[in-house]
Each structure stands twice: as structure tokens, then as C-alpha cells.
């Protein structure tokens, strides 16, 4: 069974207000795509990472790529003009066979958690689907408003946030994208029901937050020292040594704030 991660990044990001694309953004002293990557990278369970770019934006990410010495490898594949053409466009980019999964996440959401990455896909290898919800953060009153101009108030217990990354049967999800786009496909998991399959609803985590305003940024950046320091606490030499050969010694040790040892001592503290 294959695992591929489905990063889609296909927006210009004209409302962010920023010179560049929101996921090309500095976030602590990386693009805010690369990492997202790299969560994917440390869940240590995807096998092929596909990426959805504008084809405009290839020439600026190769660059961003060379300059971090970012080199996790990844197929670049070219969005549309919706974000339904662009999983759209990375699903047929994809060969998959019975049995493998698809994790369709946002680029631009680059706290997740690697467990709950891992978490998704074991939960979809057995239930064809896994979609994560979080409680709705708020505590003001909700009210649905009619076409009638009437008002009923909404149950804040009962709403989920919805979340990425959706994980899903690879082969199944490309077929339910073998449809027209409806403005009721609001994510991927809204298409994949349209199809006749069911959502498996897992626990997601608000830090899981999307960037896509300037104020988000400043949030993200609280978010990710507090990670950061947790993950430090927990410093596995075994697995940085691992993903150090994957993505390179800078890339590797300043992307988390990890200690650098001395190549040459038999010991680390």
C-alpha cells in the first residue's frame, strides 16, 4: 500500500497582501510550504510527496528549494484555476493501485501535527476515509438566516471545524473527481460524499490552523515556537539522523530549531 501526500498550493495569494504567494511566505525562517513538507516528512508514513503549483510559481519554488537546501524530493504538478481542478490535476498525476491512499492537505497549513498525520492514514486504510474535525472555537450564539429573512438559532455543540489532511482510498477519490465542479464542493471530503462513500470523522487539532490572512502568520509563528520547544524536549538522535539524509544538515536542524552536534563526537548531550 502506497501513501502519498496530495500538497496543494495552487492559489496566487493576491488577498494576503504579501510580495510573494502566501505559501512561499518566511514563517520563522522558512517558506510556510516547505514546512508543511517537512510534518509530512517527520510522520515517517508517506512514501511520494505531490505538489500543486501554479506552473508560473515552479521557476520561484526551485529557487526557494536551492537556496534552503530543501531536498525532499517531490513531483511538482501544475494547478487550475480552482482548488477543484488542482487535486483534481495532482490525482491524475498520480499512478496508484488498489489499496493505496491519498492525503489531500493544504499548503498552507503548516502546523500539523506528524501524529496526526499518521493517525489519518492508519484510520483511513480502514475505514476508506479519514477527516479531521475539530470542536467549533467559539462561544457566541449562532443563528441560520432564512431566505425569508427569518432567523432559527444553531446548536454550537453539534459543528465541527473541518480540517486537512482528508486521507482517502486513492482509487476511489479519483473517480469521485471524474465530475463537473458544484459549489457545494466546498473540500475534498464534500466530493468524495457526493460520490455515494462515507466520511470517517477522526479528532483534529486547532493548532492546525490555515494561513491565509497576514494576522495568521503572526499566530503561526506563536504556534510553532511553542511546537518547536516540545519537539526539542523530545529530541530523537535516530530520527534526525534519518531525516537529516532525506532533506540536508541546514535544512534538517534549523527548520526546528534542533541543537547541531559535532559530526565527529562518539556521544551527543
Not at 526557494?64 to 487550475?80: D, E, S, T, Y
Not at 493544504?106 to 470542536?135: C, F, N, T, W
Not at 537529516?244 to 534542533?258: C, K, P, R, T
Request: glycine share 6%; with cysteine; proline share 5%.
Amino acid at each position: 500500500m502506497k501513501r502519498t501526500a496530495l500538497i496543494v498550493a495552487g492559489g496566487s495569494g493576491t488577498r494576503f497582501g504579501a510580495a510573494v504567494p502566501k505559501q512561499f511566505v518566511d514563517l520563522c525562517g522558512f517558506p510556510v510550504l516547505m514546512r508543511t513538507m517537512a510534518r509530512f516528512l517527520l510522520s515517517a508514513v508517506c512514501d511520494e510527496f505531490i505538489v500543486v503549483l501554479p506552473s508560473d510559481q515552479f521557476g520561484l519554488w526551485q529557487e526557494l528549494c536551492r537556496k534552503h537546501n530543501f531536498n525532499i524530493p517531490h513531483q511538482l504538478v501544475a494547478g487550475g484555476d480552482t482548488r477543484f481542478q488542482s487535486v483534481k490535476n495532482g490525482l491524475a498525476a498520480m499512478e496508484m493501485a488498489s489499496g493505496d491512499l491519498v492525503a489531500v492537505h493544504d499548503g498552507v497549513r503548516p502546523l500539523v501535527l506528524s501524529s496526526d498525520i499518521a493517525k489519518a492514514y492508519d484510520e483511513a486504510a480502514e475505514h476508506g476515509s479519514a477527516v479531521p474535525m475539530a470542536q467549533f472555537p467559539y462561544s457566541d450564539s449562532l443563528r441560520q438566516l432564512h431566505s425569508d429573512g427569518t432567523t432559527t438559532p444553531i446548536d454550537r455543540g453539534s459543528l465541527r471545524v473541518v480540517l486537512t489532511p482528508q486521507v482517502f482510498d486513492a482509487v476511489a477519490l479519483r473517480e469521485a473527481y471524474e465530475v463537473p465542479f458544484d459549489p457545494r464542493f466546498t473540500d475534498d471530503a464534500t466530493v468524495f460524499e457526493a460520490a455515494g462513500h462515507t466520511i470517517h470523522p477522526v479528532e483534529g487539532n486547532l493548532d492546525n490552523l490555515k494561513i491565509t490572512r497576514m494576522e495568521d502568520l503572526a499566530r503561526a509563528e506563536i504556534i510553532l515556537q511553542r511546537q518547536e520547544a516540545e519537539d526539542h524536549a523530545r529530541h530523537d538522535a535516530a530520527a534526525e539522523a534519518a531525516y537529516q539524509e532525506m532533506v540536508g544538515d541546514h535544512f534538517a536542524h534549523d527548520i526546528f530549531n534542533l541543537p547541531r552536534f559535532d559530526q565527529d563526537a562518539d556521544t551527543r548531550p
